[in-house]
Structure formats: structure tokens, C-alpha cells
């Protein structure tokens, strides 16, 4: 957005890499990664498929890229992958499954809790047929709107997608925050699925970075589709760095972000012409009503407060992260108990 927003909780993005992080990239060593030569690289790698409990894994520019590698690597062309109408591989990456893997998506309704019905996996699973496109992948995402997935489901899930000869995804792009939510290590979250993806630039706070895990075969083949796709990077240690400096340091305090979302929860929730959902992790999101939905919006704005807002503002969605700690939750609960305080009457106190 700009300047004027000095506590931004629109994503969990927008974290920008403080000095010791910025420390490490500079120190980092660096070689070829299109070579294989980048150490930093290597490690990174390493680490993460070990924490993921992988044979191996990729660093990808962008989690988008990550989800399209993993889509082209399951499926070839004419093949199906199944997948929610919310999740971020179907509807927010440009269709590039379509565009770029002719991959066709087969889209089902998400339950308020983010999961699929069972029921409806299993009966949009086509037979062997020439009329049909062949149902390849299950892709889950973990976590949803920033919604936990229950382990049992996933385990369902999966076992399921398996007993029809699926292969399964996890977009894990905040992986981390389901397994801090869950108190469980990340390789558990990570076991049921054949590859998962995993976001270094938003809660954990890398400024640049993904990574791609699975088995040494699948992993191959995704190096060969980054430099397709154009992800085959050089001195990315650089970059690398910063993503082994955020697995040190960053995991843990998701739990922060997670007492933070719940407390600004808490705090709107007692404002009227608000409706709260109690978070799972570090996302919120806030119904506002109709008649102060402008307004409101338009003071947290002059209030220099950062929010992503939808369907006319009557749609809110507060993140948590590395760069809003509590000080900012309690200078956002202020300034919105402020607006409703001053009488609101869909006019903007100001
Ligand atoms: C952010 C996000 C991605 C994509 O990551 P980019 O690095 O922004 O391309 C994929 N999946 C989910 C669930 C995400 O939240």
C-alpha cells in the first residue's frame, strides 16, 4: 500500500528482514545453484527434508511456483487434480496449472473448517475412462484460511486418495503455524503426503523463498521443471540464508503471532457491529456490519492501521506476524474501540 500504514496487518508478507537476518545473507556462502554448487542452498534443503521427514527437497522464488512445480510433477496433460474452491493452487495462482501443466483442476466446496467431504472426493474420482480426465492428485492445504486441518481428517483424506491410486499435496505454505497451533513437530504434519510446500516469506519472515519436498525422484524432476518455469537461480544463498535464519529463529514465535491474533479476536469481538471468528493460528477475520463497514475501514486507514479488506469492507482479514507485535494489537484494538466509542453512526469519527 504505502508509508502511511505503520502497522500492517494485511499479511503475513509484509515482514521485512531485521538486522541479524540481514547478517546472515550477507555472510552467506554462495556458488551456482543452477550448478548445484550454492552450499547455502544445499543446507537449506537438507534441512528442511529432514524436517519435513523427506528424502530431499527444492528452494523455489515463490510458494506459487512451489504448487505448480508439485501439480506438473504429479500430473501430465489431461490429468485431474482434486481440490478446494478456496485453496490457494486452484483459485489464486492464475490458473497456471491450467495455463502452463494443462492440468485440469476439479474444484470442491470447502466446509466452514477448510476440509473437504470425504463424500465428495470419493465420487469425483473418475473411472479409467476416455471420456474423463484422469484423477491423478488429491491437494489439501494446511493451514486453510488459517484454519488447523484435524489430523484425523487428514489422515482419512489421504488414505483414502491412496485406496484410489491418488498422490497427495500439501500446500504447507504456513505448515509451521499448524504445527506450533498443534503442538506437534512439522514432519508429522508433513508424513501423509507424498510432497509439500512450504512458504519461507510469510510467518516465518524470510524475505524471498519456498520449498518443495518429497521423495529424490520427485524432487529431480521438480529441478528440472524450476528451470523450466524459469526458478533456476544463481547465487541464491544469498537468499537461502535467510530461510535457515528464520528455521532458527522463527519457528518457535509463531506462538507469539498466534496469542496476538487471539487477543485482537478477543478485543473486536467486544466492539459492536462486529462479528469475530476465534483464530486457529495468526489470521482473523471480522465481519463488520453493512452500516459502519466504509467507515470503519476509512479510520483504521487515517489510523495508519493495515487490513485487507472485502466486499465493501464488510469483510476483514487481520494477520499476525513478525512486525505486529502486541503494542500493535493494542494500538489497533484502540483505534477501533475509538471509532465505535465516538457514537458510530456510519459516520467516521475523526
Ligand atoms: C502465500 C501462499 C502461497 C503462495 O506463495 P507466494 O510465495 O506468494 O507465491 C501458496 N499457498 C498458500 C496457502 C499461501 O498462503
Known amino acids: 500500500m504505502n508509508t502511511a500504514v505503520r502497522h500492517d496487518f494485511r499479511s503475513d508478507t509484509v515482514t521485512r528482514p531485521g538486522p541479524a537476518m540481514r547478517a546472515a545473507m550477507a555472510a552467506a556462502e554462495v556458488g551456482d545453484d543452477v550448478f548445484g554448487d550454492d552450499p547455502t542452498v544445499r543446507r537449506l534443503e537438507a534441512r528442511m527434508a529432514d524436517m519435513l521427514g523427506k528424502e530431499a527437497s527444492l528452494f523455489v522464488p515463490s510458494g506459487t511456483q512451489s504448487n505448480l512445480i508439485a501439480l506438473m510433477a504429479h500430473c501430465e496433460r489431461g ?6 474452491q478456496t485453496a490457494h493452487c486452484y483459485r489464486w495462482e492464475a490458473g497456471g496449472a491450467a495455463v502452463l501443466g494443462s492440468i485440469q483442476p476439479q474444484p470442491l466446496t470447502n466446509q466452514p473448517d477448510g476440509t473437504l467431504l470425504l463424500a465428495d472426493i470419493e465420487a469425483t474420482i473418475k473411472p479409467d475412462d476416455p471420456h474423463f480426465a484422469r484423477t491423478r492428485l488429491l491437494a489439501l492445504e494446511n493451514t486453510i484460511g488459517g484454519k488447523v486441518l484435524p489430523l484425523s481428517y487428514v489422515d ?3 488414505a483414502m486418495a491412496r485406496r484410489h491410486g491418488l498422490a497427495c499435496h500439501l500446500d504447507g505454505a504456513r505448515v509451521f503455524n499448524a504445527a506450533v497451533a498443534l503442538g506437534v513437530s512439522v514432519d508429522t504434519l508433513a508424513r501423509p503426503f507424498d510432497t509439500v510446500s512450504v512458504c519461507l516469506s510469510k510467518g516465518l519472515g524470510a524475505p524471498v523463498g519456498s520449498v518443495f519436498a518429497g521423495s529424490a525422484p520427485i524432487i529431480a524432476k521438480g ?8 526458478g533456476g ?3 541464491s544463498g544469498i537468499l537461502a540464508a535467510a530461510g535457515l535464519y528464520a528455521l532458527e529463529h522463527n519457528v518457535e514465535r509463531l ?3 498466534h496469542a496476538n491474533a487471539r487477543a485482537l479476536a478477543q478485543g473486536l469481538s467486544a466492539l459492536p457491529g462486529l462479528s469475530v471468528s476465534k483464530p486457529d493460528t495468526n489470521i482473523v477475520f471480522v465481519n463488520v456490519a453493512a452500516k459502519y463497514a466504509s467507515a470503519f475501514a476509512e479510520h483504521l486507514a487515517g489510523q495508519g492501521i493495515g487490513v485487507t479488506s472485502a466486499y465493501g469492507a464488510t469483510q476483514q482479514r487481520w494477520v499476525t506476524h513478525l512486525d505486529v507485535g502486541k503494542a500493535a494489537v493494542a494500538t489497533a484494538l484502540a483505534a477501533a474501540s475509538e471509532f465505535f466509542a465516538a457514537g458510530a453512526t456510519g459516520t467516521p469519527a475523526r
Open 233 to 235: 537461480l544463481r547465487q
Open 156 to 158: 482419512a483424506a489421504t
Open 79 to 84: 490429468d485431474e487434480y482434486i481440490v478446494g
Open 223 to 230: 529441478r528440472r521443471l524450476r528451470k523450466m518455469l524459469g
Open 255 to 257: 506462538a507469539d503471532d
